[in-house]
């Protein structure tokens, strides 16, 4: 329940958000020229149903899905014994148990399995038992053969579900809000609990005891270093013990209240000695980067217009290992990705900023070969007039004085 709401308050704004998400998905359904979709990624599973059960174990064992016909009852697969999961959620109309056909439960009776969940998949689908045309997010080689046995002409789940989440809903954004306020206050105690001669393992371990705490729920990464291990950048956190004037540069990467995800940056000078005249460069650069950027970001500005005006670091300065300018960000990170211009030609995708969005604006400044770096990321709501930061989290005025 969110802070400050009643029990009954708390039930509308659920069954609001629900169903305001599973209309989108069934638009875009619509728009795919769909009968229906199977969604087995538990992030997808979530948006469409808001039920959540074993996330990180279903991220690796396909142990339940959802089909969402274009009209008519949606009927969750959840992992047998689960069903009492889903009460008191509008979306769902029906709850069977799932026919998992992955090699763990089946081993050599896979393609078995895989048969009698597709029997089931056709006959949800009508069509006199045979073809239709199915989106479907995760798909192995046994179910997508099962399926066309039956005639039906399978088309990519995952584009329909990220086009239905790349805008949110009224109450995806207070949702979104509620876990950012979540977020920034577990980024305050673990800033609090921070202390030279902390490994970085232990700074970390403060960060998710405080999330789980707070009501969050799982990190998709554990992206925090101290001194040189800043430098290269995507190295997860250590045993390291951090010193007396360090950067220490952390990505949330978190999965908050709700399965909202929250992924802000911010680096800190460990100790009370002043950052050097280095550490000063290195994050002025990285704080002008996403302020520069985030003032370019409105609706109606496309992803290659974005991506040819964003602000980039100076030579010498400037990262080729973070191509992102900003990414979609609801459950998880999300459609779209846009590229900075060196990257754009080999990587890019076009598309248009819509008010709704949810982004964040990252900067990853890594001289090559450096000693350090610094890494600083915001997320923000587009509105009509322009990009809103979400968080409360500050940046260090030490560097910028």
């Known amino acids: 329940m969110a ?20 209309a989108r998905l069934r638009e875009q359904l619509v728009a795919a020229d769909c009968d229906a979709g199977v969604f087995v990624d538990p992030i997808n599973i979530r948006y469409a149903t808001g039920t959540s059960n074993m996330q990180v174990y279903s991220l690796h064992n396909p ?3 959802v089909f969402v016909p274009v009209e008519g009852p949606v009927v969750l697969f959840d992992f047998k014994g689960c069903e009492h999961l889903s009460d008191g959620h ?4 029906e709850v069977r148990d799932a026919t998992s056909w992955y090699h763990f439960v089946t081993g050599p009776r896979t393609e078995e399995f895989a048969r009698r969940w597709a029997d089931e998949i056709v006959d949800l689908l009508g069509a ?3 073809g239709g045309r199915l989106a479907v997010d995760r798909l192995d080689p046994y179910g997508l053969r099962a399926l066309e046995r039956h005639g039906v002409e399978v088309v990519d789940g995952q584009a329909v579900a990220n086009l ?26 673990m800033r609090t609990a921070f202390r030279p001669g902390m490994t970085e393992q232990e700074l970390w371990g403060v960060l998710h005891r405080a999330n789980i705490a707070a009501g969050g729920e799982w990190f998709e990464t554990r992206l925090l270093t101290s001194g040189p291990r800043t430098n290269p950048w995507y190295q997860e956190c250590s045993d390291r013990v951090i010193e007396p004037g360090d950067l220490v540069a952390f990505d949330t990467d978190l999965i908050g209240i709700g399965g909202y995800s929250i992924d802000i940056s911010r680096t800190w000078v460990a100790g009370d000695a002043p950052p050097s005249d280095e550490q000063r460069r290195l994050y002025t650069a990285a704080y002008e980067q996403v302020v520069n950027n985030i003032e370019l970001i409105r609706p109606g500005v496309s992803f290659r217009e974005l991506s040819e005006k964003a602000w980039l670091p100076p030579e010498g300065l400037h990262s ?23 990257h754009f030609p080999g990587g890019g995708y076009d598309g248009v900023i819509e008010e709704g969005m949810v982004l964040c604006v990252e900067s990853l400044v890594a001289p090559p070969g450096g000693p350090e770096a610094v890494k600083l990321e915001e997320q923000v709501l587009v509105t009509a007039t322009g990009a809103v930061p979400l968080s409360s989290t500050p940046y260090d005025d030490v560097f910028l004085g």
């Not at 802070?3 to 599973?22: I, K, M, N, V």
């Not at 989440?165 to 105690?189: F, G, L, N, P, Y």
């Not at 080729?320 to 900075?340: D, Q, S």
């Open 3 to 22: 802070p400050g709401t009643t029990a009954d308050q708390d039930r509308h704004d659920r069954h609001d958000l629900e169903l305001g998400r599973l």
């Open 90 to 93: 509008p979306a769902v109309s």
């Open 63 to 65: 142990c339940r899905y």
């Open 128 to 130: 006199g038992g045979s």
């Open 164 to 189: 239905a989440k790349a805008v949110k809903t009224s109450a995806e954004v207070d949702a979104v809000r509620v876990a950012m306020a979540a977020c920034d206050e577990v980024i305050a105690q």
């Open 320 to 342: 080729r290992t973070n191509a992102c300018v900003a990414h979609g960000v609801g459950m998880c990170n999300e459609y779209p990705l846009i590229v900075n211009q060196d």
